[in-house]
């Protein structure tokens, strides 16, 4: 349980410092004088490292641990963050929010954890705990940093001064937990990652069983025949065996590792399709309601002004002043856009863990295709919600709908890691390393296509999504999981 709490609070602190800027952009674009196209550049430059760099943590984390991983991840992101203040242009938001991106590679130590420490029958509930807990840092960061933004004026900093000193806060914080963790934490049950123990029962490539308790497979006969030969008694040979071909541990092992390849791609896409959806919408969000929710006949850069007659001392009419400041058309405000933006992320405090408990439930009545089936489940209602959202026209029905998709798109992604255990059992780090940067990648497309709707129509940017997201499920019905896809429910 100390390596479960490590592994989502250290996720955590990354995700509320990734997105930290994100709160922050309407003062960052007033000062700067930054367009909607240039903030929206920087919102895919915080994306795009992540992608690379979840595609690396994975393998280093099946070589050092994740432990070790992690730590290295939050100090090395804590850098950039921390001298964020020095930008003085677009290209500047640009360069730092691609260097921040690296802590959302966190996401894969936090993973592969708790993929090391629990049992296959609860390794979903505690895979979409771990990563719902973390996420939640989307919502918080969405509270915390104007918080922490209107205390540092409060102090006695302008507004220009204020962002700048917020942002150090948090980045004090990664460094101190970067190298706490060091030293409070274990790698796996057996303590540090070099005394773990492996499953020697190979799926792909073994070429005879090795009788001990392994995850070979997700098949409770298998494993009492398994923990049977271990006792001593000796006529479980056949059936172990026999089950053991069944499920073609040593038997077609070339088509196996196709469809390995298959299935990792198919996860990737879809992970892309609910977490890249997430963190597509975490970088967008409070800009959307504040671009959205205009007050009518009002145009941007200007403000409204009462002229008043001097000689009778009272207002005669209203005009449109110039502003340097982008939002003044909005009904919100920063802070009040940045208010509803956090009740998006602030679902992952159970939407996640509802998604892997879900697969848990499905699997315990259902074996690996119940896993399947709660991950077309989640997906097709996720994508629906989406297009509700994009056809909302008031504040009150647009926040219910955004809840609504965020606990569907938060189901998903427990859905989805609570198969990836499952994959590979000896290379969990590299496929759950390839199926989280699936996520970026998607969230990359996601915010280039927000990148060319934003000054026309944002709305359908979520109309487009749930389109995408419906399609991507289907998916589901093709892939192998351990031999099994989603129609063997019906041969039960």
Avoid at 203 to 225: H, L
Avoid at 261 to 283: D, K, P, R
Avoid at 346 to 351: C, E, Q, R, S, T
Wanted: with cysteine.
């Amino acid at each position: 349980m100390r390596a479960f709490h490590t592994s989502w609070f250290c996720f955590f602190i990354a995700f509320t410092a990734w997105f930290g800027i994100q709160p922050l952009i309407p003062t960052i674009r007033k000062e700067l004088g930054l367009s909607k196209k240039e903030v929206a550049r920087s919102g895919i430059a915080s994306i795009s490292a992540t992608l690379a760099v979840r595609i690396f943590v994975g393998p280093l984390c099946d070589k050092f641990g994740p432990r070790r991983v992690m730590s290295s991840l939050l100090i090395v992101g804590a850098i950039p963050l921390a001298f964020s203040g020095l930008i003085k242009n677009g290209t500047g938001l640009i360069i730092v929010r691609l260097c921040v991106g690296i802590l959302g590679g966190s996401f894969i130590p936090c993973q592969f954890w708790t993929s090391a420490t629990f049992n296959v029958k609860i390794v979903g509930s505690a895979n979409a705990l771990v990563g719902g807990w973390g996420n939640l840092g989307g919502g918080f960061t969405f509270i915390i940093m104007p918080a922490l933004f209107e205390l540092v004026k409060i102090c006695g900093a302008d507004e220009f001064l204020a962002w700048k000193i917020a942002l150090v806060i948090p980045a004090v914080i990664l460094i101190r937990f970067g190298i706490l963790i060091l030293w409070t934490s274990d790698d796996c049950p057996q303590g540090k990652w070099s005394l773990r123990k492996l499953p020697e029962m190979d799926i792909f490539v073994a070429a005879k069983p090795v009788y001990e308790e392994v995850s070979c497979v997700d098949d409770d006969n298998v494993q009492y025949a398994v923990k049977t030969k271990q006792q001593g008694i000796d006529n479980t040979d056949v059936e172990l065996n026999k089950k053991y071909t069944e499920h073609g541990c040593g038997k077609h092992w070339i088509w196996d590792k196709i469809w390995l390849i298959v299935t990792v791609t198919v996860l990737a896409i879809q992970y892309g399709l609910c977490f890249g959806v997430e963190i597509a919408v975490n970088t967008v969000m409070n800009l959307y309601f504040l671009y959205k929710f205009e007050k009518e006949d009002c145009e941007e850069g200007s403000h409204d002004v009462m002229q008043t007659n001097n000689t009778t001392n009272m207002t005669t009419a209203t005009v449109f002043a110039p502003s340097d400041d982008q939002n003044t058309c909005s009904i919100l405000s920063q802070n009040s856009a940045s208010l509803i933006a956090s009740l998006f992320g602030l679902i992952n405090l159970f939407a996640r863990a509802l998604g892997g408990i879900f697969s848990d439930l499905l699997r315990k009545y259902l074996q690996i295709p119940g896993r399947l089936l709660a991950q077309i489940i989640c997906m097709t209602a996720e994508g629906v919600m989406l297009i509700v959202f994009s056809r909302m026209e008031t504040i009150p029905t647009a926040i219910i709908a955004m809840v609504a998709f965020s606990l569907l798109a938060m189901m998903s992604e427990g859905s989805t890691f609570a198969v990836v255990p499952y994959i590979h059992p000896r290379r969990v780090g590299l496929v759950a390393g390839f199926v989280g940067a699936g996520g970026n990648a998607g969230a990359m497309i996601w915010n280039t296509i927000w990148l060319n709707l934003v000054d026309t129509d944002p709305s359908r940017w979520f109309l487009l999504l749930g389109i995408f997201v419906l399609c991507g499920n289907v998916l589901t019905l093709i892939i192998p999981v351990q031999r099994k896809r989603i129609w063997n429910v019906f041969n039960r």
